[in-house]
């Protein structure tokens, strides 16, 4: 049996490139053109010439000489001028027709040759030496300005140079002045002379049509070269918006499980008063809580890498994310003993709003996770034409060796490991999403920290323009227990393990829960006509539901029935989509999966005003 060897073929443009030659040919086409290039020059220069002559010899020529020798002239300039027009008008289009027409050209220089040499053997002899120099240099003249037209002909320059200048030596011989073999020897050196240049300017021309062909070689393999790289790219690209898919996909099917996870494991501390049980349920929460902040770095660096993310600017107050900030980490920095304060609420900035929130959302965990005493301060204040948004702590310190390698993916700083189990490092990827999105919004960002005495990061923005006052400010405290005795919760949640952990953990914090598994249940529960349906206190949604339908449309169907009044929670698996400028839009609030309980808990007293239990 004959074995199948598998070779790569070389790319079929650069395997079947034609070689470069040694000794360019110039094509029939090229020199046809540059005859006819220079053509409205050429009979400009005749005319100017026989128009210096007419001037020298008017009065030294007969009539009988003069007016023939013009008729001539006049005959071969219309000739070459009619060609001229007639090559305008209708250009060749095979290599016989550009044959023909470079016969043409040749026969129209070569006549004019004759004429000038017939102008020097009449008229020589007709005048005094400024008639003799006059029409040396007229003819001389015009056999160098035949140089860059007939370069890439040099026989038929020749030709045409012998026939300017050897009747003029035959007269200047045959009148047997003195002096006369010497000016024929001059006017052989001059044709000598002029004839090497010719050989010059045509090896010129060989060279540039040379450093031509090799251009056009490497153009060819550039265009080679870009198609594969093009290729390359536009497969890099779909490499990369399926990593990302993959990536969201991914991180949306592996959320629903540790959300429930998460549900089920507070709803057991309810159960068990043991100590064990609720050391076991705390690490659960904490290790939730780790994986979804691992899943978030990998999914924004991988949106931001891939082109996915783009700033859109807009003026809005600061302490619309200060809020949300106080909500998300007041809890946990409560439970280290920490003190989380924001200052600056008031400030307009112009930025684009989720890449601010993403970015000091990054930087206060950092500083929450490495603070063990003392407080975290966000900050925002006007510093000349910029504002200043700060994140400040009293944590361990970085120290000047490594503060130029914090913003690299992948980095963490030795000798800062986590002091119990739920203040993991992660990936140490925060801090490179930070940079890539400040990039983003061309919003410098820099750091000033001392090893033990903590770190600042600045991140510089322009002002904004004042707006609308905003809602009303939250508690300085997170709940650190929650009541919901008489409250009614309506659950809208299609994954089964994820509805029962919110339907034990509800009901363990004593609500009255109502769950559905689709838009179309909880509709047809909100318009029954039974006497017991009552208007709910709270709605929580899935984003993700049955069929294409949306948590967005489960509250509009409930909201319908029971008043826009009701407060909602959306519970959602993707990040860093546009849900917080819909969330404004439809007055409901956003939690990302897996949300661990003390994150449920603020916000269900956030939303309902409840008061926390000690």
């Keep these: 049996m004959e074995a199948n060897v598998l070779t790569e073929p070389a790319p079929p443009a650069l ?44 009065g030294e020529a007969p009539a009988t000489v003069m007016l023939p020798w013009l008729g001539l002239f006049g005959v071969v300039w219309l000739a070459r001028a009619w060609t001229a027009h007639r090559f305008k008008r209708v250009p060749p289009q095979s290599g016989v027709q550009w044959e023909r027409w470079r016969s043409w050209c040749n026969v129209g220089t070569l006549a004019s040759g004759m004429l000038w040499g017939l102008t020097g053997w009449v008229f020589y002899p007709m005048g005094d030496r400024i008639q003799e120099i006059g029409l040396l240099i007229v003819i001389y003249s015009f056999c160098v300005a035949g140089v860059p037209v007939l370069a890439t002909q040099p026989r038929i320059y020749l030709v045409f140079a012998t026939l300017c200048f050897a009747p003029l030596a035959a007269r200047i011989a045959m009148e047997g002045r003195a002096y006369a073999f010497e000016l024929i020897g001059i006017l052989l050196i001059i044709i000598s002379l002029t004839t090497v240049l010719t050989r010059r300017y045509r090896q010129a021309l060989e060279r540039v049509l040379e450093l031509k062909l090799h251009a056009d070689e490497l153009l060819s393999r550039l265009s080679v070269e870009k198609q594969a790289a093009d290729a390359a790219r536009r497969e890099a690209e779909v490499a990369n918006r399926a990593k990302t898919q993959f990536f969201t996909a991914a991180s949306h099917d592996l959320r629903q499980p540790l959300h429930a996870m998460g549900l089920f494991a507070e709803a057991l501390r309810q159960k068990s008063h043991d100590d064990e049980v609720a050391q076991l349920v705390n690490s659960i929460n904490a290790s939730v809580d780790a994986l979804e902040e691992l899943f978030s770095e990998l999914l924004d660096i991988t949106r931001i890498d891939s082109g996915g993310v783009a700033a859109h600017p807009q003026h809005f107050e600061i302490g619309d994310i200060f809020r949300k900030l106080r909500l998300h980490f007041e809890p946990t920095a409560f439970e280290k003993g920490l003190s989380l304060r924001l200052r600056g609420a008031k400030h307009k900035v112009f930025a684009d709003p989720l890449l601010v929130e993403r970015i000091l959302r990054n930087l206060v965990s950092n500083a929450v996770r490495y603070t063990q005493d003392g407080s975290v301060l966000v900050s925002c204040r006007q510093r000349g034409g910029r504002l200043l948004l700060q994140v400040w702590d009293t944590g361990v310190g970085i120290s000047q060796a490594e503060q130029a390698r914090i913003f690299e993916e992948f980095y963490q700083v030795p000798g800062t490991t986590a002091r119990a189990a739920h203040e993991r490092k992660g990936l140490g990827l925060g801090l490179a999403i930070v940079k890539r999105l400040a990039d983003l919004m061309d919003a ?60 034990a953990l509800l009901r363990g914090w004593g609500a009255t829960m109502l769950s559905f598994d689709s838009v179309a249940n909880c509709s047809a529960w909100a318009h029954a006509t039974d006497p017991a349906v009552v208007k709910p206190d709270l709605l929580i949604v899935d984003y993700r539901l049955e069929n294409g339908k949306t948590g967005v449309d489960a509250i509009n169907v409930l909201r319908g029935r029971f008043g826009e009044d009701v407060p909602a929670i959306m519970v959602t698996g993707s990040t860093m989509t546009g849900h917080d400028q819909e969330a404004q839009e439809k007055n409901f609030h956003l939690l990302i999966k897996p949300v661990v309980p003390n994150k449920l808990r603020a916000m269900i007293a956030f939303k309902l005003h409840v008061k926390p239990r000690a």
């Design 15 to 58: 395997a079947q490139a034609p070689a470069r030659p040694r000794a360019p040919v110039f094509p029939v086409s090229d020199i046809v053109k540059g005859t006819f290039d220079f053509m409205p020059a050429t009979l400009a220069g005749y005319l100017a010439g026989i128009g210096i002559v007419v001037l020298l010899y008017w």
């Design 444 to 503: 410098p960002l820099s750091l000033r920290s001392e090893p033990g005495r903590g770190t600042v990061f600045t991140l510089e923005l322009p002002i904004g323009k004042a707006l609308a006052a905003p809602l009303g400010s939250m508690s300085k405290k997170g709940p650190v227990g929650l009541t919901l005795d008489g409250r009614t919760i309506v659950v809208v949640e299609d994954e089964p393990a994820v509805r029962s952990g919110l339907e």
